[in-house]
């Protein structure tokens, strides 16, 4: 079993940033798969970005160069920064991760942590 777990959402104005971190324990599978997806009020939930223990990453076209996914593989530990906010990025951002290196961004998640809202003010 993975266990993950998000920190680092907050209330951020319009044009700020913020960088969120998730950390991986447990049973952590190499090589793997470690991403955020995000789930906004009354919408769809969509993918934000993928990167896969290689350190390919793949992203989704909304965060046009905005958003950059990293990740510590000594420490298990996957980062998201967030730049250039925008109310359209107002959600829960919740950190994944798949027991293979499939950095897809509409491949099954294997786990899931519990979430950080991410709130942005215009």
């Known amino acids: 079993q993975v266990h993950l777990v998000e920190s680092g959402g907050g209330l951020v104005q319009a044009g700020g940033s913020l960088r969120l971190t998730c950390a991986a324990s447990g049973s952590i599978f190499s090589p793997n798969a470690m991403g955020w997806y995000r789930q906004a009020p009354e919408k769809q939930r969509e993918v934000v970005a993928v990167?896969?223990?290689?350190?390919?990453?793949n992203y989704a076209v909304f965060t046009k160069g905005r958003f950059t996914i990293s990740r510590d593989n000594a420490k298990n530990t996957v980062f998201l920064q967030m730049n250039n906010l925008n109310s359209e990025d107002t959600g829960v951002y919740y950190c994944?991760?798949?027991?293979?290196?499939?950095?897809?961004?509409?491949?099954?998640?294997?786990?899931w942590g519990q979430g950080t809202q991410v709130t942005v003010s215009s």
């Open positions: 990167i896969s223990s290689g350190g390919y990453t």
């Open positions: 994944a991760a798949r027991k293979r290196a499939d950095y897809g961004l509409l491949s099954p998640w294997d786990y």
